[in-house]
T-cell receptor, first 119, second 121 residues
Framework: EAGVTQFPSHSVIEKGQTVTLRCDPI?????LYWYRRVMGKEIKFLLH????????ESGMPNNRFLAERTGGTYSTLKVQPAELEDSGVYFC?????????????????FGEGSRLTVL | AQRVTQPEKLLSVFKGAPVELKCNYS??????LFWYVQYSRQRLQLLLR??SRESIKGFTADLNKGETSFHLKKPFAQEEDSAMYYC???????????????????????FGQGTILTVHP
C-alpha cells in the first residue's frame, strides 16, 4: 500500500511569490489533514478535510493560505503571497473513515513533509 | 484550550538503561493521548495510543488523569530507539456537516514540542 505522498519535498521561493504544495493521501482515506512545523516550534494543526469538505480550518494562519481537495482525492495547499514566517515543514496526513467505530481510531498516516523556505 | 508539554528537548541514555519521556497535558474534556515517533530519515508514525493499553517495541504509557500526564517508558532502551518522540493530544470533534454529522474524529492533534532520544551503545 502506498503511503501518503507529498510534493515538492523542498521548495525555496522569495517573499511575495506563490507556492502550491500537493498531498496524495492513502487510497480510500476520507480524512486528510494539513499540519505545519515552524522552526523551533511544535507541529500545529492547519485544517481537516472529510472527502472534499473542509471540516475544520481553525488552524489556518490567515487568508494567504488556501487549501483545496477537489473530488475528495488529493489536496493542495497554496500560499500566496508567501512571507518569511511561512517557512517551515508542511505535513499532510490521512486517516480512514469518518465515524467513530468505523475505523477512525485516531491513527494518522503522515507524509514525509514539504519543506518550504521563504527568502 | 488544550496544551501538551514535553519538558525535555533532549534525552540521552545508555543501551540497557531505563528511559522515561515525560508528557503533560491540559484539556478540560476527555483526552485521547498518543505517542508518535520519527526515526531518522523516516516519516512520523504512530507508536502507541492510550486507549489501546498496549506495549509497542517495549514501550508503554499510562494515562494519569490526576497528574494529567502520559509519560512514555521503556525498561531497557535499545540503540534503535533513538528518534524524535512526540506526545499528542487528540480531541474528539463531532463531525457536523452533511452526511458526516454524528460521527467523531480524533485527527485534530495537539503536539508537544518533541523529545530527541539518543541511546548510546
Amino acid at each position: 500500500e502506498a503511503g501518503v505522498t507529498q510534493f515538492p519535498s523542498h521548495s525555496v521561493i522569495e517573499k511575495g511569490q506563490t507556492v502550491t504544495l500537493r498531498c496524495d493521501p492513502i487510497s480510500g482515506h476520507d480524512n486528510l489533514y494539513w499540519y505545519r512545523r515552524v522552526m523551533g516550534k511544535e507541529i500545529k494543526f492547519l485544517l481537516h478535510f472529510v472527502k472534499e469538505s473542509k471540516q475544520d480550518e481553525s488552524g489556518m494562519p490567515n487568508n494567504r493560505f488556501l487549501a483545496e481537495r477537489t473530488g475528495g482525492t488529493y489536496s493542495t495547499l497554496k500560499v500566496q503571497p508567501a512571507e518569511l514566517e511561512d517557512s517551515g515543514v508542511y505535513f499532510c496526513a490521512s486517516s480512514r473513515g469518518g465515524l467513530a467505530g468505523g475505523g477512525n481510531t485516531g491513527e494518522l498516516f503522515f507524509g514525509e513533509g514539504s519543506r518550504l523556505t521563504v527568502l | 484550550a488544550q496544551r501538551v508539554t514535553q519538558p525535555e528537548k533532549l534525552l540521552s541514555v545508555f543501551k540497557g538503561a531505563p528511559v522515561e519521556l515525560k508528557c503533560n497535558y491540559s484539556y478540560s474534556g476527555s483526552p485521547e493521548l498518543f505517542w508518535y515517533v520519527q526515526y531518522s530519515r523516516q516519516r512520523l508514525q504512530l507508536l502507541l495510543r492510550h486507549i489501546s493499553r498496549e506495549s509497542i517495541k517495549g514501550f508503554t504509557a499510562d494515562l494519569n488523569k490526576g497528574e494529567t500526564s502520559f509519560h512514555l517508558k521503556k525498561p531497557f532502551a535499545q540503540e534503535e530507539d533513538s528518534a524524535m518522540y512526540y506526545c499528542a493530544l487528540g480531541t474528539a470533534l463531532p463531525l457536523g456537516r452533511g452526511r458526516w454529522a454524528g460521527g467523531t474524529s480524533y485527527g485534530k492533534l495537539t503536539f508537544g514540542q518533541g523529545t530527541i532520544l539518543t541511546v548510546h551503545p
